[in-house]
């Protein structure tokens, strides 16, 4: 019983839209042909505005083709420009290029100001020669001489260096120790 009415209104719906499509022409007029779009007719040109717009803005001389910045202040760069600082020639076996700054310096020139205990590992506070701060852990490079941080303690930093001898060409290990400063 329910697909004899669908199909019914099926039917119903398809003679209505067939009624309508055909009531809009009249006995003998037939519909226009659709216009096919032929780019050689020209396009209508737009109408004049109404007002004239005016505006108080004033351009250069050149017109806006003319506007360069090449003769202005570039508003991104910093007003003070650092100027790099270089360690003082010391006596290392790498060259500067590719290094960290903390390793520019000696490892003795560098001060301890405090020590970070932590539940995994401690961590130091060093400042180098030029007053510049680093947080440095256990593994990391220091100094100039191929020096690694092997511990860091509650009282002092241990950087182990490692030195090819120039006359026996052996490799030297030394151990030096940055310890912190008692308070007074």
Same mark, same amino acid.
């Given at each position: 019983?329910?697909?004899?009415?669908?199909?019914?209104?099926?039917?119903?719906?398809?003679?209505?839209?067939?009624?309508?499509?055909?009531?809009?022409?009249?006995?003998?007029?037939?519909?226009?042909?659709?216009?096919?779009?032929?780019?050689?007719?020209?396009?209508?040109?737009? $109408? @004049?505005?109404? =007002? *004239?717009?005016?505006?108080?803005?004033?351009?250069?001389? &050149?017109?806006?083709? %003319?506007? +360069?910045?090449?003769?202005?202040?570039?508003?991104? $760069? @910093?007003?003070? =420009? *650092?100027?790099?600082?270089?360690?003082?020639?010391?006596? &290392?076996?790498?060259? %500067?290029? +590719?290094?960290?700054?903390?390793?520019?310096?000696?490892?003795?020139?560098?001060?301890?100001?405090?020590?970070?205990?932590?539940?995994?590992?401690?961590?130091?506070?060093?400042?180098?020669?030029?007053?510049?701060?680093?947080?440095?852990?256990?593994?990391?490079?220091?100094?100039?001489?191929?020096?690694?941080?092997?511990?860091?303690?509650?009282?002092?930093?241990?950087?182990?260096?490692?030195?090819?001898?120039?006359?026996?060409?052996?490799?030297?290990?030394?151990?030096?120790?940055?310890?912190?400063?008692?308070?007074?």
């Amino acid at each position: 019983m329910t697909r004899r009415n669908s199909t019914g209104l099926f039917l119903i719906a398809a003679m209505a839209s067939l009624v309508l499509a055909c009531g809009g022409c009249k006995k003998g007029e037939e519909a226009p042909p659709p216009a096919p779009a032929d780019a050689s007719k020209p396009h209508p040109q737009a $109408k @004049p505005p109404v =007002q *004239a717009q005016t505006s108080s803005a004033q351009l250069p001389a &050149g017109g806006l083709h %003319s506007l +360069g910045f090449s003769g202005r202040k570039d508003p991104f $760069k @910093p007003f003070l =420009q *650092a100027k790099a600082q270089r360690p003082a020639a010391t006596s &290392g076996s790498i060259s %500067s290029a +590719g290094l960290l700054p903390i390793q520019g310096y000696n490892v003795g020139q560098f001060r301890v100001t405090g020590i970070i205990a932590g539940f995994k590992e401690n961590k130091a506070l060093i400042v180098d020669p030029a007053g510049k701060g680093y947080v440095v852990k256990a593994g990391m490079k220091i100094g100039n001489s191929n020096g690694v941080i092997s511990k860091v303690t509650p009282s002092y930093l241990e950087v182990i260096e490692r030195s090819r001898d120039d006359v026996t060409g052996k490799m030297i290990r030394r151990t030096v120790k940055l310890t912190l400063p008692k308070k007074n």
